[in-house]
């Protein structure tokens, strides 16, 4: 039976605290996902919607990036994929009708979890402020034809096409991100920040200077083979858990696993499989050895263990490093400096600890090491992950079968989106082979990142912001500066399938447009249609939905997109965008002659159900695009955030009843935390020094060095082991700490990982 979504507002600032040893990941999840979905989709409705999930002739999953084996298990799901897909195929709709009974100003009161609990949008929804007295204002149903009008109305008034801004979120398929960067550039801009920008943006800038290209040089199968596997800055149990079916496989056969980080996560303790009897039984302990680092650390310990590597006779592929790569003289001179005193200090691990590590990778002949937001989220993220690449090539441990790096993507197309031109600094020669495709003259110069995008909107430099899904003021830093500035555009626009903070966060004018989600059958003029992603791991393939779309009224994403350009850049366009629409095989057609890789996109995914794999130089021949053309060894100085006494450093995370800025539900469980999100979880020594019990209250206030302060009131304190003098929180609750300008070196992500706090006595909840 099918629930109805949440009247009021749950209380989410007294959650009840239990035990986190006694939490398990895996099997506990069973009857807790089938309950949500039930409770969102109905009996029938979840077994039809689930046996779907990341199948052959099914839809991709609309969560994490990780990519499936050819053999698929029959249910090739998670806990969270699940709660996704719920969320998306449920039977909870947005009317018109509840527009009416909610004004904005309500609708800006409620929390992120009541909002995406009302269910699916069924209508486009307008929004004119000033049209009613204040706290009065609401959306009220408008024409698709009338909304278009009103984007190409504004998008024709702008002074420059450089103040339009099209976000895109990694749920875009690869079709649907080709024709909005398509669309961006013919009307006049790069201005195309993405998700990514937030993410693994660190990641792409490190992968890109050192071996060429910004992706992940692994597959599953490496990773099935690898001897040794460190887990770096990542929670695999809550962000990406089939990941742990595929430790789990490397464990049987024989790898050892490393993981790195301040908390201690469940997933890799205890893990139950619910996919095999053995796993439902028994389960295992996936970790080999757990460091538990300091945050910000990780560039000192790997400096420190190429140190030792370069001392240790016979541990260096000096074949490989003559061969194939370049700097290495000036790297070995740099990690030669490195120190175990400061290591120590920076990492907070023991010399045992980092000796033992040592042992795992001089034992083993190939080596792969993941990583997610615990390291592209700092201020030296970027020479963070070019020390991983420098610890992966002094053994020649890439373009090696059971070798390499994995940077784990988050969003499930992020990655593809990204392959697509969503970029604002895209390479030239990808503007060449679009324009000669297309007849037209894409700009040069570069737009504008997420970052830059705020501080434009900030500045008066954009006027109009256009979202191609996501949450943008949720996924964003600095709340009370994005959100002011989200309210100077004179026109906000998303593309939508759930409300969530972004829709109450408005221009003067704001559209909603609800699009199709992956779990929708699209019907298109020439037939039935079906999108495709690309994975973690550089694999292609097919996304087909299954279900009636949640209303008539509901556009796809590659149609919104054709028929605002249309709208937007009039007769005077020769791009065929009623064609694009009608049949997406005609997208593929033209994706195949730009982006290199695609070749016969169409023919392919005909040819093999399961997709295909895009080439990649480093990994399938050890070749280098770089400026050097080989992999380039780096010497950056080693950085690590220094803390003054009586602060703690606080790093920004998810909880289990979440994904990215999509909450599930008011509980952790596997940290033990349930009812609520606004908790900070203090080591309990941290804790009794700062003079705060387990239970109490606090108000976090962030301390920057241009002498700024920024709070978030609130948080009942957790006694947790987590690394000594780190502290942790979720987000969106604590993007109001990090100021818009502290970012990554290079790559300009949002540094949510490093904060430095103080924390003061807060009277109540």
Known sequence: MVSKPPVGDPVQDAPQVTPPQHAAAGLPAIGHTLRIAQEQ??????????????????????????????????????????????????????????????????????????????????????????????????????????????????????????????????????????????FAREFGTNNLPDCSNMCHESSGSALTETIGIGKGSVSLEDLHRADLIIVAGQNPGTNHPRMLSALEQA????????????????????????????????????????????????????????????????????EFVREHTHGYEEFAAAAGQADWEETLAATGLDRAEIERALEMVLASERTVVCWAMGLTQHKHSVPTIREVVNFLLLRGNIGRPGAGVCPVRGHSNVQGDRTMGIFERPAPAFLDALDKEFGIVSPRHHGFDVVRSIQALRDGEAKV???????????????????AAMRRARLTVHVSTKLNRS?????????????????????????????????????????????????????????????????????????????????????????????????????RL??????????????????FPTKTGKANFTA?????????????????????????????????????????????????????????????YADLVSEWTDGSERRAPGFRVVHYPTSRGCAAAYYPETNVLVPLESTAD????PASKSVIVRLEQSPSA
């Open 251 to 318: 464990k049987a056969g024989g790898a050892k696993i490393i993981s790195v980080n301040p908390l201690p996560e469940a997933g890799l303790e205890r893990f139950k499989n619910p996919q095999t009897p053995q796993g439902m039984l028994k389960g295992a302990a996936l970790n080999d050895l757990f460091l538990q680092i300091r945050i910000g650390g990780d560039q000192a310990l790997f400096r420190l263990l190429n140190k030792l590597v370069l001392e240790t006779a016979g541990a260096v592929d000096e």
């Open 465 to 483: 912001f256009f979202a191609m899904g996501g949450n943008f003021v949720g996924a964003t830093p600095d709340t009370e500066v994005t959100e």
């Open 41 to 182: 989709m109905g009996l029938r409705r979840t077994a039809r919607t689930l046996l779907k999930v990341n199948q052959k002739d099914g839809f991709d999953c609309p969560g994490c990036a990780w990519p499936e084996a050819d053999k698929r298990h029959v249910a090739e799901f998670c806990e969270n994929g699940a709660k996704a897909v719920a969320e998306e195929a449920t039977l909870r709709r947005v009317t018109p009708e509840f527009f009416a009974a909610h004004p904005v100003a309500d609708l800006a009161t409620r929390s992120g979890y009541w909002l995406g609990q009302q269910g699916r949008i069924t209508q486009p929804m307008l929004l004119e402020r000033g049209g009613a007295p204040e706290g009065e204002e609401r959306y009220e149903p408008v024409t698709w034809e009338r909304a278009f009008a009103i984007i190409a109305e504004e998008l024709r008034a702008l002074a420059s096409p450089d103040e339009a801004l099209f976000y895109t979120s990694g749920r875009t398929s690869n079709e649907a991100a080709f024709l909005l960067q398509l």
């Open 636 to 696: 950056a100085a080693v950085e690590y955030p220094r803390v003054p006494e009586g602060r703690l450093l606080l790093q920004t995370l998810r909880s289990h009843d979440q994904y990215n800025t999509t909450i599930y539900g008011l509980d952790d469980r596997y940290r033990g935390i349930k009812g609520g999100r606004r908790v900070v979880l203090l080591h309990p020594e941290d804790a009794a020094a700062l003079g705060f019990a387990d239970g109490a």
């Open 746 to 749: 290079v790559s300009n992500t």
């Open 503 to 603: 829709h109450a966060v408005t221009g003067t004018r704001a559209l909603i447009l609800p699009t199709l989600g992956r779990t929708d059958k699209d019907v298109q003029a020439s037939g039935k249609q079906f999108v495709t992603v690309e994975d973690s791991m550089s694999l292609v393939h097919a996304s087909r939905g299954n279900l009636p779309p949640a209303s008539p009224h509901l556009l796809s994403e590659p149609a919104i997109v054709a028929r605002l350009a249309r709208a937007t850049l009039g007769a005077g366009s020769a791009t065929p965008w009623e064609e694009f629409e009608a049949d997406y095989a005609t997208i593929r057609d033209r994706i195949s002659r730009v982006v290199p890789g695609f070749e016969d996109f169409n023919a």
């Open 606 to 623: 005909a040819a093999n159900a399961g997709g295909f794999r895009l080439p990649h130089g480093p990994r399938d021949e050890r070749r």
